[in-house]
Structures are given as C-alpha cells and as structure tokens.
C-alpha cells in the first residue's frame, strides 16, 4: 500500500503471520484442486468464499464462481437464479471488504449485473458507502459510470450528484474529472439546457473558484479551471492559418543565381536553383482529407490532379501542415510570363479534425508564379548557397518593400462572439491581485495568452506579450523545479512577438554576404543568442529559406517540418541530444546546408525523442537494412543507426557535425558514405 | 557506497525469491509471474543475471503456459493477459523466446480484442487500457504487431483521453499515472504519440511532484516511489522530462 513505511516484524507477529500464510496456502491449494477438477459443490462454493474474503486479489477464484454460477444456473427456476446471483453479491461486498480497490471484484459485480440481476438502488447505495469511505476510489466511480449507464440514468442527474460530493468536500479531483466528462458529452449532443455553451460555462467558471479561492495548492480545482479556459477559446472546426505562398504573392523562379532582385518583401519571394515550387498549407490543428477534391488547384499550368502530402514526423495521414510540389520543370513555360494559380481549400466536404469536426469557413488564395531564367542542372562541385554563419558575412537588412504591417495571412478567421472574451476578461480580474502564490500568476499568464488569441487582428488593443513573458520569468524563479516548463513557454511567447509583424522581424533580417541581389532566397532570419529552449511561430515562418538558430537551448525541432522552403539551418551551440531529435529535417527535401556542431549527440544513455520520430521502433518505417549494413561494415551499429535514419534521405551539400561526443573519425566516414552528395565536412572540402 | 547498496538489493530480491512460503509470498502466489517479471530485470539491470537458474525459471514458466496461448499467474492458475506478457519478457530477456510458440500466443492475444478496439483481461471481457499497453507490447516484442487492428487499438486508447491531457482505465476514467504510462507506451510503440496533447500532459504530469519531493499518481493523492517510474517513464516518452526538477 502507498505511503505506508515498512517495519521489521516482531518474534510474537512472526509466528502468528507464519500461521495465516500456512492457512491460506491449504486454501489456496484445495481451491484449485477444485478449480482443476471443476467441482461446484456447495462445499467447494463456501472455500472459495472464503479465500476470496481473505485474498480478493486471487483472480482464478473469480473465474471460478463465474463457471460455477454457470454450472448451477437452472432454466426453469428463477427463484433459484436470483439467490444464486444474490450470493455472488455478497462475496463481493465482502471481498471489497477487505480490499475496496480489486480489480477482479469489481468486475464480477460488473458480470453479474450484467446478467440482468440486482436493483439500481442497491448499487447506488453500495455506491454511496463507498464514496463516503474515499471519496477518491476511481473504481468505485468507474463502476459509478458502468451502472449509472446500464440502467440510464440521465448526465444531467449525474452531474447534480457531482455537485453534492463537490459540496461535501471541493477537493475532490474525481468529482471534477467526472463532471468535465458530463459536461463534455452534454456539449457534444446540444442537449436541452446546454446548446448555449457560454452561459454554461460562465456558471462553471463561479462554480470553480469557490474551490481554487480556498487553498490555492489544492490541485482539484485548478486543472478544472484550465480545462474551462480551454473550452472557451478552442475553435472545433479547423481552420487555415496560413499558407506558403501567401494571397496576393508574386513567385519568381530563378534556374541559377543570377539577376535582379526587387528588394526584402515576404509577400514576393524569389527561389533560386529550383524547378519545384512547393504550395503550403498551415491548419490550426491536425486534419486529414486534404487532397485534389478538397483543396482545388485552378491554373493554366496544371494539367493532372496534385497529390497533397501530410507534414507528419510519424508518418501518419493527419497533419498540421500540408504540401504540394508543382513540377514547374515539367511545364512548358514561357520565360518572364506571369502565370496565376489559384487555391480553393474547403469547397467541397472532407477536410477533418481528429474530433470529426469539418473544415470552417471555404477559403480562397490566388498567388502569381513567374520563371526568370530556366532551371538547369547544378554543376557538379557546387557548393551550397551559403558557406559561411559567420557575423561578418551578414549584413542588416533596413526595410521591407511592402508597407502592410501584417505579416499573417488576411485568411478569413470567424469574428469570435463577445461572450470569449467577456468570460477571460472577467476572470483576469480575479487574477489580478498575485501575492507570490505560483498557480495563480500561471493562471493570469494563460488567461492573458488566451485573451490576446480572441482579440480580432485589427484591434489596436495593446497586446500583453510583455506582461506574459515577465510573468513566466518570475515563475521561473518562484518555481524552480519547474522552470524549463515556464523557460519552453516563454521562448514560444517571444518568438509570437518577433514573427508577429515586419517591424518586429526586420531587426532579425540579414542579407547573406554574396548577394547579389536583393531577394529573399539570401535573406537570412538570425535567431541566436535568444535563451530559446522551443522553436515555434512555424506558421509566420515558412517564407524562410536560410535559418540560424544557434547559441540557443533548443533541444528539439518539433514542427520545423513545415519550414519546406529551407535549404541552410545552423542549429550549433544548443542542446540537441540525440539524432531522434532531428527528426522534422527528413522532411526538409531543399535543405542542403546543416550545421550541428557543437550539440551533445552521442551524450546520453536516454533518447527522449525516440518515439517521437518516425522508425522501426515506433513501427510507423521501414528501415533500409541492407543499405545500411552495407555502409556501417564493421562500425558499430548501435551507435550510427539513428544517423543513418535521418540522414538517407537528404540531399545535403555542407555539413557540420564537429563538437559532439559522436563525431569520431568513423562516424564521420560512415556519414561521407551515407551522404553521396556531401562536399564538405565540418568546413573541409572532401 | 554505490557498491554496499547493490549488494543489499540483491539479497533482498534473491532471498524474496526463495521465501516462498511467507505470507506476502502466499498471498501473492498468484501473480509470482509478475513478480519473476521485476525482481530479473532488476537483477540484469544489478549486473546479476547468472545467480538465477535459468533453467529452472524457464521450466516454470512453461509449467504456466496454456492450450489456449496464454500464461496463467502461477501453476494451477488460469491464463490473463498480464501474464503471458510477463512470461514473453522474461524469456526474452533470457533470450528464449524460441521455446514457445509465437504465434498461438499471439492468437490468444488476437481473440482477446474487441470490435471497439479494446482489449479484455482474459475471456471474463473486463476492459482496461492496461490489456492494450500490454496486448502491444507483447506482441511487438514477437515482431507480430500487425495481427491486431492497431487502428481500432489506438482510436479506443484515444477516446480514454480526459480533460488534463491524461489517461483513465475506460472511456470518461479518471487519469492516472499507471493508466497513462500504459496509454503513452502502447500510443509509442504504435507511432502514434501526435495523438497525444503533450504539453498539456507534460505539464500534469509534473505537477505529481510534491513538496518533498516524491511523486504521486493523480491531485491530492500521496507519494510513492513506484509513482517515480510511471510518471517519469511518461515525461520521458514524450520529452517533457526536462520540466521535471532533477533534485
């Protein structure tokens, strides 16, 4: 049992337990001769009665009274059925008894009831002691839903009697899960009383604090709390959030680096050394169905349907993000013409949430492609756009050609009903008073976040960004044992602000040293030395294609995947921890250029992203084995597996691996052999 | 000191192994295949496997194995899915999974899903996201994962996903650290940890750290150093660890 110390026993309770446990193995021993040898006699009944008195956890004893019950079940005396079923009761009100939380107990009640037999009262009152012994017991309450549902008790009812345990005592965390689970289905189903969400959940918001006021380091009421935030400000139906390329976009392809440019503009992007050109889709939640019924690519240049891919490290068909690549190679394009292409997302049904919930609103975004020069083959030898991360190399950039603030795209985004942003607004007041009490600044940070999330964008309402990172940096210090979780938060904060808008971009903009022109393929976003332990922001980001990360904390890249358009990232000087980690890169079919130096692969016994990353192990892959063996020859595969895993697949040109506990001499000739096109290595030609 | 400590743990678990006629031991006698499960990765973790006899353990757990593919708790016991995963690990770890035949205990396991996608205990039918962690498991440990519907699998677990990001034993279960890290495993194993919303999950899960610094299974509820392995095991499966305090 938990939280009980264990003792040495004394010479008198020595002899007496030595007793008991002679005791209980004849019992056990006789119970399962019986067992084996199928008899049901009354005798045998009472034995095994009464071992199950004793040890409740002897589950073939159950089994057994399950086939004897069967066994003696006569067809045409009901009479005698009932009290066959009534003396099974029994034996288990006795056995929870002895031990109320066993599992096998529990459920022969289950079984029985199921045949059709005792009265709902009796099981509610049974109920009812128990709820009174520990309000806590999950199996009492599993056992709680199992009855109220088989004999149809109404969520209404059941939500009432959620309201008296609250009563009794507000901390009781089971209570509060149960309701959130009533709540949940009520919503779900629009019953009579529950169609109007807000007015429910205003109620529930005062219903809460009677317990969250009281003694704020009672948990019960604040993960509730957290759980009505959520209900207020999620969107159910997906929604576009943003695209690459955006609405009103001009696209220039460029065959080789050449030519003029037409200054720093997010809008009107220039991709060089390419003759793909990849169309990306950014939803508010994972969803699946996107393909060419759903989004309908209207254009002069397209003559067959386009195959839609999910952004998934998993290798699942739902993601976030979605990517088409137009083969503009393929087409028979004229040179300098401007061709308009024309994306309609969600005309037709069959873009899903994983709760089932369809796409919003149907969109529209219509963007212009242009081909400068012809795409031609690179030269063999040649190296990658950038070949230095160096400050020297880059030089500020001082303005965008564009003059709209927002950088997000103008997607159509449903005005939110005023009753959000009244229900967080009046809950921040109660928030405001904050002592040092750690969960009740969380609470405002959160409220603040959720607030700003329901302002419309064109409000010029002063946002609390500042306010919210001030508060996390505080929590830091007031939590301690918890600060990475408040340091993850603030960094996901800071990079909103940054990537909110072209003024607060600008700063971070940089043009690479040889260029020659002014356009985004060498314009560089440069994030170091910003204490940033998580990456974010993905869906304002995925105009970038040269990125420097390092001398940051990061030890993961979730969602970088989206990114379609990098080909150069510097991730040195972080945490990363395990080549798992660089799962999101396999996805990353222009990156050419990577620098990982200075990391700690190759540091840790524990992989903490190895679930997370699509492999053989998360079964989601098929892992080239062959090829593998064949390139890892006598090296040690345990150690090289997970590099190979991501980087098969790439195509790059420069990488940078110096400065991790992995990077011997073998491991770097197993990677020149895995990456063919390689042709340098930590900043030596090969 | 590191050496001292190892050499009491053991003692403690070899000698719980021999004392089989204490009560606790009766008591438990049912689930000694559990028991075997823990106390000889404990010993393979201590460095000392080769104090056990081998044989003999195998030869019991055969003893344990029935028509119908599934391993019972002990001799004379009726077969459960909690133990026939406990027998595959442990003649796996002995490396003898040869020794039996794979795929009628993957049969057993097969019959025991539901059209839901759950699994039962045993042919009773009492349903728990314990039996799919450990339907999965156990089966991925035998390479025969793809003879369950691993879509029906993991859409049951999902729909056992509460209001805090955790897991309970049935659809509308309150979450708990044991039911969690069975979910989070067998979500794992299945690739199919996006399901599951990690941050608010990372963040409940650390907030089972109490002021002394132990870790309990759910609010308001005691510590206990078994609370240690499934909530950090969870934490770690879907890296959040780092917002743990190392102390």
Same mark, same amino acid.
Do not use: H, I
């Given at each position: 049992m938990h939280g009980r110390p264990r003792k040495p026993l004394k010479e008198e309770d020595e002899s007496v337990l030595s007793a008991k446990a002679e005791k209980l193995h004849s019992l056990q021993s006789q119970f399962l001769a019986n067992h084996q040898n199928r008899i049901y006699t009354k005798e045998a009944l009472d034995l095994s009665a009464k071992l199950l008195e004793i040890n409740p956890e002897c589950y073939t004893a159950w089994n057994y009274r399950k086939l004897a019950v069967q066994h003696n079940?006569?067809?045409?005396n009901s009479d005698s059925d009932a009290s066959l079923f009534d003396q099974e009761l029994k034996v288990v009100e006795n056995a929870l008894k002895k031990n109320f939380k066993s599992y096998g107990a529990w459920h022969h009640r289950k079984w029985v009831l199921s045949k059709g037999h005792s009265s709902i009262d009796n099981e509610l009152r049974l109920l009812n002691d128990f709820q009174k012994a520990d309000a806590r017991n999950f199996h009492a309450w599993n056992y709680r839903r199992f009855v109220t549902a088989l004999m149809k008790i109404s969520d209404e009812d059941e939500l009432k009697y959620t309201e008296k345990v609250i009563g009794v005592n507000f901390s009781n965390y089971s209570a509060w899960h149960n309701r959130s689970v009533l709540l949940s289905t009520l919503f779900k189903r629009k019953a009579e009383g529950f169609s109007h969400k807000e007015k429910v959940l205003q109620e529930e918001y005062k219903y809460v604090h009677s317990a969250i006021f009281?003694?704020?380091?009672?948990q019960s009421g604040w993960f509730y709390h957290l759980w009505l935030i959520d209900q207020t400000v999620k969107n159910d139906a997906p929604l576009l959030v943003s695209s690459w390329p955006s609405h009103g976009a001009n696209i220039t392809l460029n065959g080789n680096n050449s030519l003029h440019g037409s200054g720093l503009s997010l809008l009107n992007s220039t991709l060089s050394d390419t003759k793909t050109l990849p169309v990306i889709l950014c939803f508010n939640q994972a969803v699946e169905g996107v393909n060419s019924s759903t989004v309908v690519v209207k254009s002069e240049l397209l003559k067959e349907d386009l195959v839609w891919k999910p952004l998934s490290t998993n290798n699942s068909s739902t993601a976030q993000v979605w990517v088409v690549y137009l083969n503009m190679g393929n087409m028979k394009l004229q040179l300098s013409k401007t061709y308009s292409i024309e994306i309609n997302i969600g005309h037709s049904m069959g873009i899903l949430s994983s709760n089932g919930y369809h796409y919003g609103a149907p969109s529209q975004i219509t963007f212009e492609v242009c081909v400068q020069t012809a795409y031609t083959e690179p030269v063999d030898g040649q190296r990658g756009k950038l070949t230095s991360w160096k400050d020297n190399d880059f030089r500020k950039i001082d303005h965008f050609e564009e003059s709209n603030p927002a950088v997000s795209a103008d997607h159509h985004i449903p005005t939110t009903s005023n009753w959000c942003m009244e229900a967080i607004d009046e809950e921040i007041t109660n928030f405001q008073d904050l002592s040092d009490c750690k969960i009740r600044k969380l609470t405002l940070a959160r409220l603040l976040i959720a607030l700003d999330l329901l302002s419309p964008q064109h409000d010029k309402r002063k946002n609390h960004t500042e306010e919210v990172l001030k508060l996390y940096t505080e929590l830091m210090k007031l939590d301690p044992t918890h600060s990475l979780y408040y340091k993850d938060e603030h960094s996901l904060l800071l990079l909103q602000q940054i990537t909110s808008s072209r003024e607060s971009l600008i700063p971070y903009c940089h043009y690479y040293k040889d260029a020659s022109e002014t356009n985004t393929s060498y314009v560089c976003l440069r994030l170091q030395n910003l204490s940033l332990s998580r990456m974010g922001s993905f869906e304002n980001l995925l105009w970038v294609q040269m990125l420097d990360l390092s001398h940051n904390e990061l030890r993961s890249i979730e969602?970088?995947?989206?990114?379609?358009?990098?080909s150069c990232l510097n991730l040195s000087h972080?945490?990363? /921890?395990?080549?798992? &980690?660089?799962?999101?890169?396999?996805?990353?079919?222009?990156?050419?250029v990577l620098n990982i130096s200075c990391n700690e692969l190759g540091s840790h016994s524990i992989d903490t992203r190895r679930y997370l990353c699509s492999s053989p192990l998360a079964h989601s892959e098929v892992f080239a084995w062959d090829r593998f063996e064949i390139l890892c020859g006598s090296y040690s595969a345990t150690k090289f597996w997970e590099a190979f895993l991501i980087f098969e697949s790439l195509n790059l040109t420069d990488l940078n691996i110096a /400065?991790?506990?992995? &990077?011997?001499e073998n491991f770097a000739s197993f990677i020149v052999k895995v990456l063919p096109t390689l042709k340098l290595l930590n900043d030596e030609e090969l | 000191m590191g050496e001292l400590v190892a050499e009491k743990r053991l003692r403690y678990i070899l000698s719980i192994e021999k004392k089989k006629d204490s009560f606790e031991s009766v008591v438990m006698e049912h689930l000694r295949m559990n028991g075997a499960y823990w106390g000889l990765t404990t010993l393979d973790l201590l460095g000392k496997l080769d104090t056990v006899d081998v044989d003999e353990v195998v030869s019991w757990i055969i003893s344990c194995h029935h028509h119908d593919g599934g391993f019972a708790g002990n001799v004379g016991h009726d077969p459960h899915i909690l133990y026939t995963l406990s027998a595959v690990q442990v003649l796996a770890l002995f490396n003898k999974l040869h020794l039996i035949d794979a795929d009628k205990v993957t049969n057993y396991i097969v019959s025991l899903q539901n059209e839901d996608g759950s699994f039962s205990g045993d042919i009773w039918g009492e349903v728990d996201t314990r039996f799919s962690y450990i339907a999965i498991c156990c089966l991925s440990i035998l390479r025969r994962l793809d003879r369950i519907n691993v879509e029906n699998a993991v859409k049951y677990i999902i729909s056992c996903k509460n209001m805090d990001g955790g897991f309970g034993c049935t659809p509308g279960g309150e979450s708990h650290a044991g039911q969690i890290f069975c979910c989070v495993g067998a979500l794992a194993i299945t690739g199919s940890?996006?399901?599951?919303?990690k941050d608010l999950l990372g963040w409940w899960l650390c907030e089972r750290q109490v002021k002394s610094g132990g870790l309990n299974g759910r609010p308001e509820k005691l510590p206990d150093v078994c609370y240690s392995w499934w909530v950090l095991s969870s934490l770690i499966m879907i890296d959040r660890v780092h917002w743990i305090s190392k102390g």
């Open positions: 079940l006569s067809e045409s009281t003694d704020s380091d009672d969602g970088l995947e989206a990114m379609q358009l990098l972080n945490k990363f /921890g395990s080549f798992t &980690a660089l799962g999101p890169l396999r996805l990353l079919k222009s990156l050419k /400065g991790n506990a992995v &990077a011997d | 940890l996006d399901l599951v919303d």
